[in-house]
């Protein structure tokens, strides 16, 4: 059964820093493109970024170039989002999500329940 | 930056046939994905590559494509399908991906 576990979200302040996890298991995690999603309360699903199998290749939305990097450690079966300089538009539940088919980059074919992130005074 | 363009709502009463839309440009030559999300839920894959279902999915599910706009078609729609639909494509490039705004469907 695959499963994805998101961690470390919470409270934050403005311009601070979060890394949030996801552990992966059920599926061979180095086949896979993986993708971050998020979603402000309230508001539709919007891509962060996503990254190859192999780490090789990585994108985001513009919105967070430069203050969010994306990572993947195959050993421990875990995806990676640093978040620095964080803003409070960047509150929302973030979700990890596998890739539909081995090898390919788009689509998410399963998807982790989501941790909450809030940036707040 | 490129967008995709869904109806911000849908209705239909059940066993009729729900029909949402999603456009952009870039769907003449990128494969669109949809998905369920249920309120307090993570989404769900239910449509991919324009029309592929997944395992598990019922096969009043289904998706289909016409130049710019892909079309994600509920035939005899259940009240358990009253839910927020998504639709979700790549730029032209192959690179950005994209969600569109999100299609409620209310089951009336």
């Known amino acids: 059964e695959v499963q994805l576990v998101e961690s470390g979200g919470g409270l934050v302040q403005p311009g601070g820093s979060l890394r949030l996890s996801c552990a992966a298991s059920g599926f061979t995690f180095s086949s896979y493109w993986m993708t971050w999603v998020r979603q402000a309360p309230g508001k539709g699903l919007e891509w962060v970024a996503n990254i190859k199998q192999d780490g090789s290749e990585k994108f985001y939305v513009d919105s967070v170039k430069g203050r969010f990097t994306i990572s993947r450690d195959s050993a421990k079966n875990s995806l990676y989002l640093q978040m620095n300089s964080l803003r409070a538009e960047d509150t929302a539940v973030y979700y990890c999500?596998?890739?539909?088919?081995?090898?390919?980059?788009?689509?998410?074919?399963?998807w982790g329940q989501g941790t909450l992130v809030t940036v707040s005074s | 930056s490129y967008e995709l363009t869904q109806p911000p709502s849908v209705s239909v009463s059940p066993g009729q046939t729900a029909r949402i839309t999603c456009s952009g440009d870039a769907l003449t030559k990128q494969y669109a994905y949809w998905y369920q999300q249920k309120p307090g839920q993570a989404p769900v894959l239910v449509i991919y590559?324009?029309?592929e279902r997944p395992s598990g999915i019922p096969e009043r599910f289904s998706g289909s494509s016409s130049g710019t706009t892909v079309t994600l078609t509920i035939s005899g729609v259940q009240a358990e399908d009253e839910a927020d639909y998504y639709c979700?494509?790549?730029?032209?490039?192959?690179?950005?991906?994209?969600f569109g705004g999100g299609t409620k469907l209310t089951v009336l």
């Open positions: 999500a596998r890739g539909v088919v081995e090898m390919e980059q788009h689509g998410c074919g399963y």
């Open positions: 979700q494509s790549a730029d032209r490039s192959g690179t950005y991906e994209v």
């Open positions: 590559k324009d029309n």
